[in-house]
Structure formats: structure tokens, C-alpha cells
């Protein structure tokens, strides 16, 4: 998008790394993966209501009526009422009946709602109702539970438990079943319209429909956890959300996403987000009713209601209803659970819910956010507020891929990209995520993004650019576009950039530690046929070099050495081939082990764990690996497995799961890659990483023998960082090549001794060239922060001398300027020798002395050795 400025420490062109030698400790560590057993139910559950509806009318102490036909919220077709036609007792059944009105009612049918409030109200046990289902189109029976008090505020914050529903039972679905599926449910969260919702539907086997036959309908409710059961078939369980926190115990991420809750605090009168066993840990009561029509059953199966389906009237009829209590722990619930394999498993029974991911502090880490370069960041959106149409990417021939947006009429929108949950259409997975750009603020923080105006809204109509922080929150207001730092209007058929500085939007009252939304859009009303594409979004300052570590490269890092849990295992350091040169070699004998590398002290590291949140949404775990003996065990899978101090927080992942879908295999050297967002989300706290391993899985290594090369920790997309930038160290890094300039060659890169492994080889046919290190395009270095003590610095040896004798050797940089440059003579350089043949000389330039020479040293972008 822009031109890629990365600032250095040192400028080098080769070097030479030494070899640092080390052991580690012995210590046995082993992850401890717990099953589950299957339980048979406990006797432990003792009744404390019921109702067996074996008496001639309906008990009163314990049941009240609703009388009311405001269709539930739902625009149900019924009116409820305490008529004997619609609920009555008969051969020990509580029966519902759902019938046609009379004519000139106020709805198309009655029914009857019963509920227990303030008569039967519980916080946790067992709910159990033996039933059978009425079917037909538009038929809606429910067995359910509300809270007694709403004590965390109105629907659906205070929470809702759909024991049992279900719709237009037994109408024939288009592959010529019979609709068979009923569903629990929980809802919770914010306030409707914002309110969320999870659950399961379970479908009964072929030859079963639940309106055919009695079953037993029941959950399971305890602190922090609901099951559902079907004929004491557990299908369904849902959890109070788990937030991990990170070494600063700041939250951070789920553990696992279940429900929230979102109530205003007593003491601050603050609206804030729970992630504990709000709102399900208050009095519920039990409701029974059945509803006709509303929007869930006309909107599927056959669609609408069938007037004919009930003009004999439908009946749910209910056996009994019970309620139980677990009576070793009433206060919680727990210890009465009838659990099977399978019930806390994502791919089995248990149900994610739609609780938010939390949003940790600002870590006081500056990060760049890319939100559209040619695709949309996963967390945001191309949105339109209010004016219906549905922002699309296309193809642009300057641009490539690009955002369009349009405009269809003046009642009034705003377009651009939005993060905001509230905002995010049913189908779109991204997380909420606001931005925190304060880091940026003294990093000549910028916004920026590129438009071009294909169709203009009405002439004079003003363009404008907007950024929110939250719902009502801290904005910008409407900015003209003509204020941006390049001060253009939009001219129609023409891409122009806007940039906007960080400091002029806070000025303007933009809150910059949680951009949620941006938009780029004609004055409100007034963009009637307007069409325009946005490329290139960003918020961006010029960063420091990323953070990273190495973990082995031509030798240990001493603050991380290499490490084996079993002390018969120790790794030790070996020559390979002339690519890898020196590697770590790990080997598992009968006593199982994990091998790996360890910050720790115990191991002998430097007891300082690396903060990898600086690169967490780009950077990487990536190492080679060659098996040179594979495990006893042949099909022993391979993992890798990274910690974090504690012993909560960590990822473990198969070596096949790595983006190169790589799997071991005997005598070939391999390269592994693993985001580190994703193991963020397996767990890992990546705020204080101190253990990395890779190992065939315990206890199935015996006999396995392997070796790793370049491990790190690091971002891709950036420069190398440290004290050094190594131009060319066995490879040049990204962004830059070695190159011959004008002789028609291609420098290759050669295997030489083991002190300086693979090198950049140049050959200089008859024609004349220079030959060297270049970069990519619109990628330049700023050295100008090196003035005190950077140098340029370089290995050569020259293997066959220029055929004129008196050739001069020399060093050159230039810079993106034009015809900016400083040259010396290799006898220049501070160790000031003569080029001699057959031998490698190290060759230092200081940056002072090309900054004096000239230089513009904010944008180097070559750098060559070459005779004259």
C-alpha cells in the first residue's frame, strides 16, 4: 500500500554467526488428558414438586393462567385463556388444546399458557415432563422456564430455558420425511433487539415422532451448567463461558464460549459483560403452553399455518411434571450429574454459545491493522447502516480486488467498515474487535485508504469520513474529505488517497483505544445514485522492528537451550548437510520424553519468557525438522507444544496440522509453520511463551532420533530484528535478492566451509556490472537513527581475481533518491586491507562516513561489492 520503512539497529550485508554451546536439565513433564466415564443416574436426586395431574381439575396452588392474545412477542395467531376448552384434566393428563376462535375475535385461535411463578420457583435440579406433542403446521408446544425476579433486567438479559420445543410436527418436509426435531435452548445476553441465543434440536429416528407417542422431556440445571435429555438421552449441555487470562491477568480469550450476561452494576451503575453463571443462577418457573403460528413455525416447513390442522382442535398433552433436587450440594446442583461420553464435547453434545470474546486492556503495543488490503480483516465488515444494499469486492484494473459501495436512494445511509457485533449480519463469524491505535499516536499515527468515485451523488453534495468508538460513543463527526492531510475532493473516475493523522482525529474527539467504525460516505440524504470503491484501509504508524527469537540456528540460543524431559534422553548438537550445517538433535530412548527448548531457569534458560502479543495476528512458530530414526511406535502422531509459566495456559497441536500440512517422514528435512493466533486460541498465553516442544507423543517415542533447524518465533511479513540485519545468512531474508545489475548473470547461493555454510556467489562475465544486495520495490531501510555507531559490515572472499590486476574493489549504497549514493574503496573500511585471493576478510563501513558522503541514509535500497 505504502512504501515499507523499517527502521534497524544495524545494517549488515553477510555475516557470521558464532556457535553457541550449551546443556539443558532433565525434568518430567507429561500433559494429563482426564476422560470421561459414563455415569448410570445417581440416586442422589430427590423430589421436591410435582404435579401428576391425577385430580379432576387443574390445582390452582400450583398453577397460574395467562389471559392475554398479545402473541407472545412472537406474533402468534392465538389468544390465551383459562377456558376448560383449552386446558382441562382427563384419565390423569393435563391436556392443552389449541381450537379455532369464534368469529370476529381477536385472533384466529385459542390455547392456554400455565405457569408456576411465585407458586413453584427453583434455582437448579431436575425438570422432567413426560408428554406427548400436537403436530400440524403452525403448531408451537413448549415446555419452558423464566426467571422469578428479573433481577439482571428485562428479556433477554435475565435469561430464558426452553426445556423443550418444538415446531410443525409431523408435516412432510421436501425429501418426503416427516418433520421429527425438537430443540432446547437458552437465551441471555443483551438487550432485544442485541439479544443472543444457543441450543440443539434432536431429531427422533425414522420410525419415531414425538406427536405420536409419550417421552419424557427433562434437564439437567446446576451451577454454571444445563443438560438436556430426551427419554434420559443427554443431547445437549451448555456452559457459563470460561475467560483465560493472560501473565498479567488481563482477560484476554475464551476458554470456552458459553452464555454471558449483560446487566448494569449496582454500585457503578456501569453496563458491563459477564462471562460467569449470569443469568442462570436465579429462581426460575415452569411454563407450559401451545402457541399457533408466530414467526419461528410459518417461517419454515410448509410455511404459514394450517387452519385446517387444527379445526378439531390440537392437543399436547403432558403425563406429569416433576421437579428434583440434587441433595449433595442443593446450593449448587452439582453432584447428581448423569453424564456420558461425549456431553462436554464440541463435536458431540456440547453447544457453543454466543457469549463475546473479551477484549483485553491496551498491552501499550503498537500494531499496525490492515482492515481491506485486497480482502477484508477477518474481524470487520464492508457495511451499509441503513440503506439496504450489501457492499460487494470486485476486481479493479489499478487496484485489484477492492470494496464497492452504493447508494439507492436519499432516505439516508452511511457506508464504510464496522467491527461492532451489533452490526454483523446473521452468517459472519468475525469476533468484535475494536482497535487500539493510542500506540500509534506518537508513531505518526495515521488512517488511511485510497477512493475513487465511479457515479457522483448530486453536484455540491459534500463527502465525508467518520470514525466511532462504541454505539454513542466518542466520534469524529462528519470530517470533509477535503480535510484530509492531502486536502483533495473527490474527482469522478480518478483513485485518490485520504489520509487522516491520529492526532487531528482525537482532537476531534475520537477516543483512539477502540475504533469500531469507519465510514467514507456523501452527506447523509443526499447520496442518491452514488457508486464508489475504497481499496486499502489501514491504521498505521511507523512501528519499531517487531519483536523475535531463535530458538536454534546454527546453534543454541543460550537463553533457550535445548532441552529433554528424561535425563537417559539429552539432546546434543550435530553437523548435517551443507544447508543446515550445525542442528539440534533430539533422540527418545525407552524412558518416555518430551524434547524441546525452555526458557526456564531450572533448564538453564534465562527465566525471561518471550512476549509474542506484539506479533500475535501475523506472527509465526516455525522450525525444519529431519527425522533421522523414526519412533518403534510407526504411527505415533507428532506434536508440537508450546507453554506458557503455569500450568494452564498451552497449545498443543499435530505437526500435520501446521499450514504446510507437512507429516514426518524418515531422512528429508521438513519446515512447520504454526499462526500464532491459532494457538492463542487452543490456549496458549502468548504474552509469556518459556516452552517450546516438539515431540512424537508421550510414551510412543522409543526409538525415535531427530534434528531442528532454524526454530523461531517470529513475524514473516517483517524484517529481522535484533542488533543485527543479516542481508545474507545462508539466504537473503524477504523484500530483498542478491543481483547482478547490468553482466546478465544470475548469483546463486553455494555451500563453502563450515564457518560461513551457504553463501552469495557472483561471477562478472565480459560485460561490464555491479553486483549486490537489492530490494524489493517500494522497500527501503531508514538508517538515519544509526548515525552514532551503525556500520555497514561484510564477509568476501574472493575465489578467482578480476583478469586486469589492477582492478579496484568497491563498496556502494544508494537510495530511492535519484542519483544518490556513497562509494569507497574496499581499502576504505575501517579494517583498511587489501583484497586478497582465496581468503574470507571481514570489511566494516561506518554510517557516519556515508551519511558524509552523501547518503541519504532514511532510504538505502541497494547495496553492492564489486570491481570496478
Given amino acids: 500500500m505504502n512504501m515499507t520503512t523499517i527502521k534497524l539497529s544495524r545494517l549488515v550485508a553477510a555475516i557470521s554467526i558464532a556457535t553457541l554451546a550449551g546443556c539443558g536439565g532433565g525434568a518430567e513433564t507429561e500433559s494429563n488428558f482426564t476422560k470421561v466415564d459414563p455415569a448410570e443416574p445417581v440416586s442422589d436426586w430427590q423430589m421436591v414438586w410435582s404435579d401428576e395431574f391425577d385430580s379432576g381439575e387443574i390445582d390452582a396452588a400450583k398453577w397460574?393462567?395467562?389471559?392475554?392474545?398479545?402473541?407472545?412477542?412472537?406474533?402468534?395467531?392465538?389468544?390465551?385463556?383459562?377456558?376448560?376448552?383449552?386446558?382441562?384434566?382427563?384419565?390423569g393428563m393435563l391436556n392443552i388444546v389449541a381450537l379455532p376462535a369464534a368469529e370476529g375475535a381477536d385472533k384466529p385461535f385459542t390455547s392456554a399458557r400455565l405457569t408456576t411463578q411465585y407458586k413453584a420457583d427453583f434455582k437448579y435440579g431436575r425438570f422432567e415432563m413426560r408428554a406427548k406433542l400436537p403436530s400440524g403446521q403452525g403448531s408451537w408446544p413448549a415446555f419452558w422456564m423464566m426467571p422469578t425476579d428479573s433481577v439482571y433486567g428485562g428479556w433477554p438479559r435475565s435469561g430464558e430455558i426452553d426445556i423443550l420445543e418444538a415446531v410443525n410436527l409431523k408435516v412432510a418436509n421436501e425429501d418426503g420425511s416427516l418433520e421429527s426435531h425438537v430443540h432446547g435452548t437458552l437465551h441471555y445476553g443483551r438487550e432485544w433487539p442485541n439479544?443472543?441465543?444457543?441450543?440443539?434440536?434432536?431429531?427422533?429416528?425414522?420410525?419415531?415422532?414425538?406427536?405420536?407417542?409419550?417421552?419424557?422431556?427433562?434437564?439437567?440445571?446446576?451451577?454454571?451448567?444445563?443438560?438436556?435429555?430426551?427419554?434420559?438421552?443427554?443431547?445437549?449441555?451448555?456452559?457459563?463461558?470460561e475467560v483465560r487470562y493472560n501473565s498479567k491477568d488481563e482477560a484476554l480469550g475464551l476458554k470456552h464460549r458459553g452464555w454471558f450476561a449483560e446487566y448494569y452494576e449496582q454500585g457503578s451503575g456501569e453496563l458491563v459483560t459477564h462471562w460467569d453463571s449470569a443469568p442462570f443462577d436465579q429462581e426460575f418457573f415452569m411454563i407450559l403452553n401451545l402457541a399457533v403460528g408466530?414467526?419461528?413455525?410459518?417461517?419454515?416447513?410448509?410455511?404459514?399455518?394450517?387452519?385446517?390442522?387444527?379445526?378439531?382442535?390440537?392437543?399436547?398433552?403432558?403425563?406429569?411434571?416433576?421437579?428434583?433436587?440434587?441433595?449433595?450440594?442443593?446450593?449448587?446442583g452439582k453432584g447428581c450429574e448423569t453424564v456420558r461420553p461425549g456431553y462436554d464435547s464440541l463435536d458431540d453434545a456440547l453447544v457453543e454459545g454466543a457469549a463475546p470474546v473479551p477484549i483485553p486492556p491496551s498491552d501499550g503495543v503498537a500494531k499496525n491493522l490492515d482492515i481491506f488490503d485486497g480482502s477484508l480483516n477477518a474481524n470487520w465488515l464492508a457495511w451499509d447502516c441503513c440503506g439496504g444494499t450489501v457492499p460487494e469486492i470486485i476486481a479493479d484494473d489499478d487496484k485489484g480486488e477492492v470494496v464497492k459501495f452504493n447508494i439507492n436512494d436519499n432516505n439516508g445511509t452511511v457506508l464504510g467498515f464496522s467491527t461492532r457485533g451489533g452490526h454483523f449480519p446473521d452468517g459472519f463469524t468475525g469476533t468484535s474487535a475494536p482497535f487500539d491505535a493510542s500506540p500509534l499516536l506518537e508513531l505518526n499515527g495515521?488512517?488511511?485508504?485510497?477512493?475513487?468515485?465511479?457515479?457522483?451523488?448530486?453536484?455540491?453534495?459534500?463527502?465525508?469520513?467518520?470514525?466511532?468508538?462504541?454505539?454513542?460513543?466518542?466520534?469524529?463527526?462528519?470530517?470533509?474529505?477535503?480535510?484530509?492531510?492531502?486536502?483533495?475532493?473527490?474527482?469522478?473516475?480518478?483513485?485518490?488517497?485520504?489520509?487522516?493523522?491520529l492526532a487531528s482525529l482525537q482532537e476531534r474527539?475520537?477516543?483512539?483505544?477502540?475504533?469500531?467504525?469507519?465510514?467514507?460516505?456523501?452527506?447523509?440524504?443526499?447520496?442518491?445514485?452514488?457508486?464508489?470503491?475504497?481499496?486499502?484501509?489501514?491504521?498505521?504508524?511507523?512501528?519499531?522492528?517487531?519483536?523475535?527469537?531463535t530458538l536454534f540456528t546454527d546453534g543454541q540460543n543460550l537463553d533457550w537451550p535445548m532441552w529433554g524431559s528424561s535425563p537417559t534422553s539429552m539432546?546434543?548438537?550435530?553437523?548435517?548437510?551443507?544447508?543446515?550445517?550445525?542442528?539440534?538433535?533430539?533422540?527418545?530412548?525407552?524412558?518416555?520424553?518430551?524434547?524441546?527448548?525452555?526458557?526456564?531457569?531450572?533448564?538453564?534458560?534465562?527465566?525471561?519468557?518471550?512476549?509474542?502479543?506484539?506479533i500475535l495476528e501475523k506472527g509465526v512458530v516455525q522450525f525444519d525438522m529431519k527425522v533421522t530414526s523414526m519412533p518403534n511406535t510407526a504411527d505415533a502422531p507428532w506434536l508440537l507444544k508450546l507453554e506458557s509459566p503455569g500450568t494452564e495456559s498451552f497449545a498443543e497441536v499435530n505437526l500435520s496440522d501446521s499450514v504446510e500440512g507437512a507429516v514426518p517422514s524418515a531422512g528429508e528435512w521438513q519446515t512447520y509453520t504454526f499462526k500464532l493466533v491459532?494457538?492463542?486460541?487452543?490456549?496458549?498465553?502468548?504474552?509469556?511463551?518459556?516452552?517450546?516442544?516438539?515431540?512424537?507423543?508421550?510414551?510412543?517415542?522409543?526409538?525415535?532420533?531427530?534434528?531442528?533447524?532454524?526454530?523461531?518465533?517470529?513475524?514473516?511479513?517483517?524484517?529481522?530484528?535484533?542488533?543485527?540485519?543479516?542481508l545474507f545468512k545462508d539466504t537473503a531474508p524477504e523484500q530483498w535478492s542478491i543481483w547482478d545489475c547490468c553482466g546478465g548473470s544470475t548469483p546463486t547461493e553455494e555451500a563453502d566451509d563450515a564457518d560461513h555454510g551457504t553463501v552469495a556467489q557472483f561471477m562478472i562475465g565480459s560485460e561490464p556490472t555491479v553486483m549486490g544486495f537489492l530490494a524489493d520495490d517500494e522497500v527501503s531501510f531508514d538508517a538515519s537513527h544509526l548515525l552514532a555507531d551503525g556500520v555497514v559490515k561484510f564477509d568476501m572472499k574472493v575465489v578467482s581475481a578480476p583478469s586486469n590486476p589492477d582492478s579496484q574493489w568497491l563498496?556502494?549504497?544508494?537510495?530511492?533518491?535519484?542519483?544518490?549514493?556513497?562509494?569507497f574503496p574496499l581499502t576504505a573500511s575501517n579494517e583498511g586491507q587489501n583484497v586478497l585471493v582465496g581468503q574470507w576478510q571481514t570489511f566494516t563501513f561506518n554510517v557516519q562516513d556515508l551519511y558524509d558522503a552523501g547518503l541519504d541514509i532514511s532510504a538505502i535500497n541497494v547495496v553492492m561489492i564489486f570491481p570496478a
Fill in 811 to 823: 563498496f556502494k549504497i544508494e537510495s530511492t533518491l535519484d542519483d544518490n549514493f556513497a562509494e
Fill in 678 to 726: 491459532d494457538l492463542a486460541a487452543a490456549g496458549l498465553d502468548v504474552s509469556a511463551i518459556d516452552v517450546v516442544m516438539i515431540f512424537p507423543a508421550w510414551g510412543s517415542g522409543e526409538g525415535a532420533v531427530y534434528r531442528v533447524d532454524n526454530a523461531k518465533i517470529y513475524d514473516p511479513e517483517a524484517m529481522p530484528t535484533g542488533s543485527d540485519l543479516v
Fill in 571 to 614: 539432546p546434543i548438537e550435530v553437523m548435517d548437510d551443507a544447508e543446515h550445517g550445525l542442528t539440534a538433535e533430539f533422540s527418545i530412548d525407552a524412558e518416555p520424553a518430551v524434547m524441546g527448548f525452555t526458557n526456564r531457569s531450572e533448564f538453564g534458560g534465562s527465566a525471561t519468557p518471550f512476549d509474542a502479543t506484539a
Fill in 195 to 241: 439479544n443472543a441465543s444457543s441450543g440443539k434440536a434432536y431429531k427422533f429416528p425414522q420410525d419415531m415422532n414425538p406427536a405420536d407417542d409419550y417421552h419424557t422431556y427433562a434437564i439437567e440445571w446446576q451451577e454454571g451448567e444445563i443438560r438436556w435429555y430426551i427419554d434420559d438421552y443427554l443431547f445437549a449441555t451448555q456452559r457459563q463461558s
Fill in 509 to 549: 474527539g475520537l477516543d483512539l483505544s477502540a475504533i469500531d467504525v469507519l465510514m467514507m460516505f456523501p452527506a447523509w440524504g443526499a447520496g442518491e445514485g452514488a457508486e464508489y470503491l475504497i481499496a486499502n484501509v489501514a491504521i498505521e504508524g511507523d512501528l519499531p522492528s517487531s519483536p523475535e527469537v
Fill in 446 to 501: 495515521r488512517l488511511t485508504f485510497d477512493m475513487k468515485v465511479v457515479t457522483p451523488p448530486a453536484a455540491g453534495t459534500p463527502w465525508l469520513f467518520k470514525a466511532e468508538t462504541g454505539e454513542g460513543g466518542p466520534s469524529t463527526g462528519d470530517v470533509p474529505l477535503s480535510e484530509s492531510v492531502e486536502g483533495v475532493e473527490p474527482v469522478t473516475g480518478q483513485w485518490q488517497t485520504y489520509t487522516f493523522t
Fill in 294 to 332: 408466530g414467526d419461528w413455525p410459518e417461517n419454515v416447513n410448509n410455511l404459514g399455518v394450517d387452519a385446517g390442522a387444527f379445526s378439531d382442535g390440537q392437543t399436547y398433552s403432558i403425563d406429569y411434571v416433576r421437579v428434583y433436587e440434587c441433595a449433595s450440594n442443593p446450593e449448587t
Fill in 64 to 91: 397460574n393462567y395467562e389471559i392475554n392474545c398479545d402473541g407472545g412477542g412472537n406474533n402468534e395467531k392465538q389468544c390465551y385463556t383459562n377456558s376448560p376448552d383449552n386446558a382441562f384434566i382427563n384419565d
